[in-house]
DNA sequence: GTTAGCACTCTCTCTGGCCAAGTGCTAGAT
DNA sequence: ATCTAGCACTTGGCCAGAGAGAGTGCTAAC
């Protein structure tokens, strides 16, 4: 048995499966393939790779499709990642630029990631944890209602009404706000709550209670914060691939709304030698997405990760390339703002 | 012919259609409704009918189904809008309680919204423009970079970076932002241009330049706001509604991330008496809409919409009361606020 | 190790026939 | 004048069967 040319035979069954959508035949493959021997000898081939589990005939008279193992193969030992044409980066690189706000950067982002790739694409916020503290506002909306923003040096925004136990005049928050801001001022956001913790015995006696009232709602801002937030744009091609293929998207629109699985997958997985990480059909351990593949890579200071979630069945060297670069760009430009 | 009972068939005809799913005919009529006439009759009714274009046989073997037209006379002359039963009510009050944030409200609302109604459910963010300024933050980043930020008694918070024209230390800004504060505070947002405009002749000469780069930043931040934004759940009702039945749910995805068509419809909707505006097929006016229903009612101080988007074919009395309902709630929480 | 040939299996598609649903029309009943 | 009963007619959906096409695995020869 040939080992180089079964695993040739099999990039060549996931290149076919992926560009023509249906089961793939030996005789298709030696006429599309320059393979060099018979069809017959791909037939030999082809049982071995089906023997190995990496190609599975849906029945008896239809051709080869790749399994989740197959892919894993393909992906792993077959691909490398080339970059953008220049058309692409052209287009990258206009669309990002004249974005100023991080919401507007993070949205034009993953727009063009989808329309780049076809797929579905998310992003999930920069963590605000190895971000500075850069400014902390406390205003009085009622007697005690008060609206907490913290500002990072990441650019990030978070706001949050805390309702407290005591009645505040403007002058009382003013200066609490004042301590709280001098213990934290340039220090990294996820120490914050040790740092307001630190502050309170400086505190009048009177002021400590609705101070820590304070300092846990700007601490809950500081831990949650957006890191559990995430866009998205693109759904619609979702259905697109839908209409070719079986796949129920219901159950996949559903993970994608209930962002939290999707989080959790994203930030477990870890980029590859090439920069990216891909997690094939079962892979995802989530059922729902058991018939897609995701496709992930970290950006920025703090690894926020951005992606793309796809029909298993996906051009994998063209998606890998463009969420790689889009990543890039991203990092790039964050950095510079 | 009797006028009376031709609209009791038709409202038959758009329960049983919506309730079964699949065309209506004569006999089935008169078995599930107690029209106390013979099939043959019905079927004179339902000639008359389909002259009028209220419905439409599919083909000649087939029952009649509704047109847009009939929908339309089924919901404003055959409906009248129930109000929740009180498992409804109460879950709906538990769900939106223990929201704090703006947005978590909203969130929690659109969720509960569509899965009250088992379609998409859409709203829109309060518009900043009737309420008042609160506060107004400035914030250095870089010497030549200010994070402006928008406080207003809605409880909305608007930020955006500014680049301007010459440095700016700190104690410069703060100066800047008190003069900004004082011409606007508790004043209305949408007069916040002009009351800036005031403001400058009053500043040093050589602060009026960069100061109106800062001015213009804010009004852009009052004027263009969170009108154009929404939150949206439950897109994964569309493709399981499609699964049994012809709607091609792609361009619709795709208008619903779209969000600026959608947000046009729904403000040019207009409540009617019940309190409710319905938009039926056609009527949307968007061919990517053409085969869904818009429901939706104005909640807040200032009207912003709330509403659902699902197949034509929805079962409009309880939806449209769902929605009624859920903007009756939010108003109050948000007004309690 | 490769190839050619061949029998076998299975799905897909097309066809014709039948059935059930539903209609419109006409003639008669109320 | 209105409703009803009956009936001929149309038509899509369903089923069985035939045939084609694709693809395989196996065997024997190169």
Known sequence: MNEPRKLEVLRAIVEDYVHYREPVGSKALVERHRLGVSSATIRN????????????????????????KGYRVFVDQLTSVRPLSAAER??????LDGADDLDDVLERTVRLLSHLTNQVAVVQYPQLGRARVR???AVALAPRQVLLVLIADSGTVEQRVVTVGEDLDHDRLALLRQSFLSSSAGKPVSQLGANLAAVMDSLLPEDRAVAAELATGLGTLAASSREDRMVMA??????????DFLLSISPVLEALEEQVVLLRLLSEMASDARGVAVAIGHETAADSLAETSI???GYGRDDAKIGIVGPTRMDYPATMAAVRAVARYLSKILAGS
């Open 234 to 243: 693109g759904t619609a091609y979702l259905a697109r691939s839908n209409s």
């Open 45 to 68: 081939d082809m049982a071995a790779l089906e023997d190995d589990g990496l190609i599975v005939a849906p029945h008896t008279s239809a051709g080869r499709v790749p399994t989740d």
């Open 135 to 137: 400014h902390i506002e």
């Open 90 to 95: 052209h287009a990258l690189q206009s669309l």
């Open 295 to 297: 496709i992930a890579t």
